[in-house]
């Protein structure tokens, strides 16, 4: 039989019996072609990590830390607990320390010297006034001392007894002035409320004289629990005066006004003051 057909010099492209299977076969060997490729690829990937010493399934050690040291984005980063702040400052003591007591004993035959100007006794009755007012206990001391104010005329009997109101006066055991303030309890006044008041200026003496004073109302009005109804200290209780006298000419050391007149080493320098008080000072 003739043949008539396109056997094999086919010009003009497929017959339409073969295209079909022809590209499907091009497809299948294009992409198994690069499926080897890829297998190739990650083959080469996996021996170079390998190589290099990396787990590509684990975090490198660097990349651990850091991560450790991020916060999570999710949690907020813990504040690390601050320290509970300082107590504020107090002006009061749990025991508190007495000042340097003064010298008993002088040099026999000794004379007080005198320095400059004596002041009026006008001027000096201006500063014990003001003394009398002033506030020496501080805001961060409890209400029973912030309440206390060194009587006036207690203020004027000591200055008399002291000194006779003379600013200029030098004593033999070194006290200085109307209220014949001693060099350490200065220091130690100074000290104790942070002032800076100078026993050689007359009216620095007074208050140094008076803010002393107002220590020792603490200072046995706590041991005696002199406490009026409102809390504060009973200035006049004659237990807390009689202690507070006799510590500002001895010293509190062996001065006990809980035990009475046995408590009080110098009785006769109380009595004094005490009768000053009813009778000092009224022509100055």
């Given at each position: 039989m003739e043949y008539t057909g396109d056997a094999g010099g086919d010009t003009g492209g497929d017959t339409d019996e073969f295209p079909r299977p022809r590209r499907a076969a091009r497809r299948v060997g294009t992409v198994l072609l690069a499926l080897g490729l890829a297998v190739?690829?990650?083959?080469?990937?996996?021996?170079?990590?390998?190589?290099?010493?990396?787990?590509?399934?684990?975090?490198?050690q660097a990349a651990v830390t850091s991560a450790a040291a991020q916060p999570s984005p999710t949690e907020s980063p813990s504040p690390s607990p601050s320290p509970p702040p300082p107590p504020p400052p107090t002006e009061e003591a749990?025991?508190?320390?007495?000042?340097p007591p003064p010298p008993k004993t002088t040099k026999p035959g000794c004379q007080p010297t005198y320095k400059g100007?004596?002041?009026?006794?006008?001027?000096?009755?201006?500063?014990?006034?003001?003394?009398?007012?002033?506030?020496?206990?501080g805001t961060r001391a409890p209400a029973a001392e912030q309440a206390i104010r060194v009587p006036i005329r207690l203020l004027?009997?000591?200055?008399?007894?002291?000194?006779?109101?003379?600013?200029?006066?030098?004593?033999?055991?070194?006290?200085?002035?109307?209220?014949?303030?001693?060099?350490?309890?200065e220091t130690w006044m100074n000290q104790r409320f942070g002032t800076t008041y100078n026993i050689d200026v007359p009216a620095d003496n007074v208050h140094l004289g008076a803010q002393y004073l107002a220590w020792l109302f603490s200072?046995?009005?706590?041991?005696?629990?002199?406490?009026?109804?409102?809390?504060?200290?009973?200035?006049?209780?004659?237990?807390?005066?009689?202690?507070?006298?006799?510590?500002?000419?001895?010293?509190?050391?062996?001065?006990?006004?809980?035990?009475?007149?046995?408590?009080?080493?110098?009785?006769?320098?109380?009595?004094?003051?005490?009768?000053?008080?009813?009778?000092?000072?009224?022509?100055?």
């Open positions: 190739v690829l990650v083959g080469c990937a996996v021996i170079v990590n390998l190589a290099r010493g990396v787990d590509r399934d684990e975090p490198s749990t025991e508190e320390e007495a000042p100007k004596q002041l009026a006794k006008s001027q000096v009755r201006k500063y014990l006034d003001t003394a009398s007012k002033t506030k020496y206990w004027y009997a000591i200055a008399d007894q002291e000194s006779g109101w003379q600013s200029n006066i030098y004593a033999c055991d070194k006290g200085v002035g109307v209220m014949q303030v001693m060099p350490d309890t200072y046995y009005g706590a041991q005696l629990k002199a406490y009026k109804s409102d809390g504060t200290y009973n200035l006049a209780d004659p237990k807390l005066l009689n202690g507070v006298i006799a510590a500002y000419n001895w010293g509190t050391a062996g001065v006990d006004p809980a035990q009475g007149k046995a408590g009080i080493p110098n009785g006769q320098y109380v009595d004094n003051v005490k009768a000053l008080m009813q009778t000092c000072c009224a022509n100055y």
